[in-house]
C-alpha cells in the first residue's frame, strides 16, 4: 500500500458511499483525514473509522457554501498548519430524461458537482502553494465520456470536472501541486443497493473483472493519485471500472 503517514487530507462527502471507503483507506495509508459532508452521519462514519486508531475528524461541511468551507479550512490550518490532499467526492445525482428536467435538477447537480469545486479547490489552494506540495482528486464519472439515459445533467457536470482538472493541472504544477480525477464506473453504494437486483446482476454482466466496484476500490484509485509516489502523473482522468472501456 501506498503510505501517506501524518498527512493532512480533507475528504468531502466522506459520509457515507464511495467517500467513506476513501475515507478508511487514507486512514489505513496513514493520514490524517478530515471527513467533509452535510450529513450528520459523518459524525458515525469518523466515530467508526477512529475506533479502529485512526486520526480522522468530521467537520459538518456544505461545500456549496464559501463561508462553511472556509470556516473548516481555517479549523485544520489552526490545528495542522497546512493541507495536503484534497479529494473533492461529494456529488449528488438529480436524474430525468432532458425534456422533462426542471431548471433546480439542472441548477442542484451544476450547483454540487462543479461549484463547489470553485468554492472549495479556491479555499484550499493558496496553503498547498505555500507548503510547496499538493494533491488534488476529484470524481468524475464513467458516464462523463459514455453519457447515459436521464443524466444530461450529471453527465455534463462530470465533464466539467476533467476540463477543470486538465486545465488546474497546467498551472499548478510549478509549485509541486497535481490535479487529476477518478471516473468511477459502477461501485456498491447506498445508491446502486436500492435498484433491483435484476438490474445489478445485468450490469455486473457487462463489466470484464465480472463485479461490481467497492467503496475500497475506489479508495486505492485515489490513494495513488493522492501518494507523493504519483508525482508525475498530473491533468488525468484514471477511469476506474473493471474495464468496461469509456467510448
Ligand atoms: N456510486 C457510483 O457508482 C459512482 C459512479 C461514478 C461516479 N460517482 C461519483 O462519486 C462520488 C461519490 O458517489 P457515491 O455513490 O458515494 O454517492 P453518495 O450519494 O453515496 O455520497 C455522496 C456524499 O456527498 C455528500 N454531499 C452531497 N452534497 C453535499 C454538499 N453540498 N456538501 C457536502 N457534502 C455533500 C452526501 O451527503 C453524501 O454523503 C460522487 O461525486 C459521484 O458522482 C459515483
Known sequence: MFRIDGQVAIIT??????????????????????????????????????????????????????????????????????????????????????MKMTEDEWNMVMNVNVNSLYVVTKAVLPYMIKGGYGRIVSASSVNSVNGAFGQTNYAASKAAISGFTRSLAREVGKHGITANAVAPGFIRTDMTDSMPEEVIQAGIRAIPVKRIGTPEDMGYAYLYLASKEAGFISGITLHANGGVLPL
Not at 21 to 31: N, R
Not at 38 to 64: C, F, P, W
Open 13 to 98: 462527502g466522506g459520509a457515507r458511499g464511495i467517500g467513506a471507503g476513501v475515507c478508511e483507506v487514507f486512514c489505513k495509508a496513514g493520514a490524517k483525514v478530515y471527513l467533509w459532508d452535510i450529513l450528520d452521519q459523518g459524525q458515525e462514519t469518523a466515530e467508526r473509522i477512529a475506533a479502529e486508531g485512526h486520526n480522522i475528524s468530521y467537520q459538518k461541511v456544505d461545500v456549496t457554501s464559501k463561508s462553511s468551507v472556509e470556516q473548516a479550512v481555517q479549523e485544520i490550518i489552526d490545528k495542522e498548519e497546512r493541507i495536503d490532499i484534497l479529494i473533492n467526492n461529494a456529488g449528488v445525482i438529480r436524474d430525468r430524461s432532458f
